[in-house]
């Protein structure tokens, strides 16, 4: 019964909070707003929660986050470089068109996530069957290079985290 109630129990607080917060009042009304959105709004919202992961290679997922700050910081070096040389060099930007092998639903949201935080890349589109997406790339001279980097390191450890 208390499941049903409160899902979330710290989504709850938090809600609370940030209501009060925001409209800068203890008052009574406010409470109560606070507490009737904070119970309701994770109760009716449950069903659209994801089922949590299960993350099956810890060390992979460490490998990963390492491999994906190495890429910040190297992609950062990259696009500065390329910006500050003017157009002697300009880049090789395009879209490119991925193929997944990857359908667990979170993995797939892992590599959106790790797209976005990496300067230079941008995650533009899904399939409707999530059997490729397309990336808008900074500097891709050529493509199917990319493509092999890209799921040797980002997709391939995100299939051993959550499939395999």
Not at 4 to 16: D, G, K, Q, W
Not at 41 to 61: D, I, N
């Amino acid at each position: 019964m208390r499941k049903r109630l409160l899902p979330a129990p710290l989504l709850s607080a938090a809600l609370v909070a940030m209501w009060l917060v925001l409209n800068r009042s203890l008052a009574p009304g406010h409470w109560l707003l606070a507490l009737l959105l904070g119970i309701a709004l994770p109760a009716v919202l449950a069903p659209l929660r994801p089922v949590v992961p299960r993350v099956r290679h810890p060390l992979v997922l460490a490998r990963l986050i390492a491999v994906v700050g190495h890429d910040v910081v190297a992609s950062n070096i990259m696009v500065l470089r390329t910006i500050f040389s003017g157009q002697r060099h300009p880049p090789h930007s395009k879209f490119v068109v991925i193929p997944l092998d990857m359908r667990d639903p979170t993995g797939i949201t892992a590599l959106a996530m790790i797209t976005t935080a990496i300067p230079g890349t941008v995650w533009c589109e899904l399939a409707r069957d999530g059997s490729a997406f397309m990336l808008h790339v900074w500097h891709a001279p050529d493509e199917a290079a990319f493509i092999a980097n890209y799921k040797r390191r980002y997709e391939q450890p995100l299939i051993r985290i959550f499939e395999s």
